[in-house]
């Protein structure tokens, strides 16, 4: 199937090789990091998970997004879902292959990643990290792949495909549970030491990841001849609906057990975060931003006409993925070290080169995502032609 990768109009191949000078920028970039070290970033002695930790953690809870349309569809029979399915695995094998590029950019030398399997270590929370997250990719491969294939013939997908997929669903929670726990495991960090980080993650995962595949089926419905069907994009406006209402009532519940409690060292990271701390406000502005868009959001989201607007639905799944960006992949891990144990300071913003090597990861996702989904639609619209 991947032959059909290869085929395509001006403005495919055009993207790709888009993609590809992305994705050449980043690599010329770690390579420069790769010689130099990790010194030619923003990190630091004191903040030393930055914007590499902060997308491997946002992208986690895309990939994990992928269940919810394997539950209702393999699990419940929903067959709505049966033209988008696919696109959901994808997604998550797509964004999984970030997550891991992240790590091993982040690591410094991309040797140090063996040593996860050298000297295996299952009291640790970052070895069970690994092993989860390589195996939900190689879950979305071998099922997305099997099924795809079978189509294509026009045949059931092997039995054997069950069992994996079934699998697969209680694996997406553990894959962004388990993200949760490297952050609320660490007891010298107020910011994350709160036992609802967990289901905070899993509330954002399962608006942010649909929301962005309602986008790439409103794209494809206009673009090209693959219709996943209005139904199917207005049950996953619901299903963002209802997440994105847990995800800041899981924020809310945050910020009155902080402040009602009253405990500084608890108070000092949500201070910093909204109103600045001691006049450092690198973060500020940012949070305001991921406010308004998650009010936006939800305005558009909870009236069901906008809901159910072509115009409006576009509007608010971006405004929710942003915001959900900018709280998971930028916020979150920075105002954790801010302020440090011992009370200091110290601000956090990335270089050129880690944004370009950022920038680079995310050009390696989108042309793996734009492979696989040409695959998988050329395959739906010659299983359409034959039906006709």
């Not at 069901?304 to 998971?328: G, S, Y």
Request: net charge neutral; with cysteine.
């Amino acid at each position: 199937m991947l032959e059909k990768a290869l085929t395509g109009n001006r403005s495919y191949f055009g993207w790709i090789a888009f993609l590809l000078i992305l994705l050449g920028i980043g690599f010329q970039f770690y390579l420069r990091q790769l010689s130099y070290g990790l010194g030619i970033t923003g990190m630091s002695r004191d903040i030393s998970w930055g914007i590499y930790i902060g997308q491997f953690t946002f992208l986690v809870g895309v990939a994990a997004s992928a269940v919810m349309l394997v539950l209702p569809y393999y699990l419940h029979n929903y067959k709505i879902f049966g033209k988008i399915t696919i696109l959901g695995e994808f997604l998550a094998v797509a964004a999984v292959t970030m997550c891991l590029s992240f790590i091993i950019v982040d690591l410094g030398q991309p040797s140090r990643a063996f040593n996860v399997l050298l000297y295996p270590t299952p009291n640790s929370v970052l070895f069970w990290d690994m092993v989860v997250l390589n195996g939900y990719l190689i879950l979305n491969i071998i099922i997305g792949w099997t099924i795809l294939g079978a189509e294509r013939k026009g045949a059931p997908p092997p039995k054997w495909v069950k069992p994996l997929i079934y699998l697969s669903i209680p694996w997406a929670v553990s894959i962004h549970t388990v993200t949760a726990f490297l952050y609320s495991g660490l007891p010298g960090r107020g910011f994350w030491l709160t036992a609802i980080m967990a289901p905070r993650f899993l509330g954002s995962a399962f608006a942010s990841g649909p929301s962005l595949l309602i986008l790439f089926c409103l794209f494809l419905r206009k673009y090209t001849r693959f219709d996943a069907g209005w139904e199917a994009i207005q049950t996953l406006a619901k299903i963002v609906t209802y997440a994105m209402i847990i995800s800041v009532f899981f924020v809310l519940c945050e910020l009155f057990t902080v402040f009602y409690s009253q405990i500084p060292e608890h108070m000092y990271h949500f201070t910093y975060l909204f109103v600045g701390l001691h006049g450092h406000t690198g973060l500020m502005p940012w949070m305001w931003i991921c406010v308004v868009l998650a009010l936006v959001a939800l305005v558009l989201l909870i009236n069901p006409k906008t809901r159910n607007n072509e115009t409006t639905l576009p509007i608010a799944c971006a405004a929710v993925f942003f915001a959900l960006w900018i709280e998971k992949g930028i916020t979150l891990v920075i105002t954790g070290y801010i302020p440090s144990p011992l009370e200091t300071i110290t601000e956090y913003s990335p270089t050129v080169p880690e944004m370009g090597i950022t920038l680079g990861v995310w050009a390696l996702g989108f042309l793996i995502l734009t492979i696989l989904y040409k695959i998988a639609i050329t395959v739906k619209e010659d299983e359409a032609a034959d039906a006709h």
